[in-house]
């Protein structure tokens, strides 16, 4: 399973960046997906998890109403749109593919398997 994360940049704050990840490797619309992120000196933390098919979905409660993730199955590719960025925001997103199939969501990284190589993203006050 292979997992290329992309779209992140420079934005102010209050700005908006779409975060992308395209899968390969096995049927994407089986799978749940999940985004995490890790700011310097910091651990990784859940950000957004999606269901397989779309259905349900989950977010940590800093992200809450500002970002949402959803999915394209057509496309291989789920998607993490971050509106309202703070500085606190700032930091390298993964995404993540747990090990099975039509299972739960997750906020723990242990129970994801496939990660992608991260995408920078930083705010600026």
């Known amino acids: 399973v292979q997992l290329q994360a992309s779209g992140g940049g420079l934005v102010q704050a209050g700005g908006s960046l779409r975060l992308s990840c395209a899968a390969s490797?096995?049927?994407?619309?089986?799978?749940?997906m999940g985004w995490f992120r890790q700011a310097p000196g910091k651990e990784r933390e859940f950000v957004a998890a999606i269901s397989w098919n779309g259905g349900s979905t989950y977010y940590a409660d800093s992200v809450k109403g500002r970002f949402t993730i959803n999915r394209d199955n057509a496309r291989n590719t789920v998607y993490l749109q971050m509106d309202s960025l703070k500085p606190e925001d700032t930091a390298v997103y993964y995404c993540?593919?747990?090990?099975?199939?039509?299972?739960?969501?997750?906020?723990?990284?242990?129970?994801?398997?496939?990660w992608g190589q991260g995408t920078l993203v930083t705010v600026s006050s």
């Open positions: 993540a593919a747990p090990p099975t199939a039509y299972g739960g969501i997750w906020s723990r990284s242990e129970l994801y398997q496939y």
């Open positions: 490797g096995r049927t994407f619309s089986r799978y749940a």
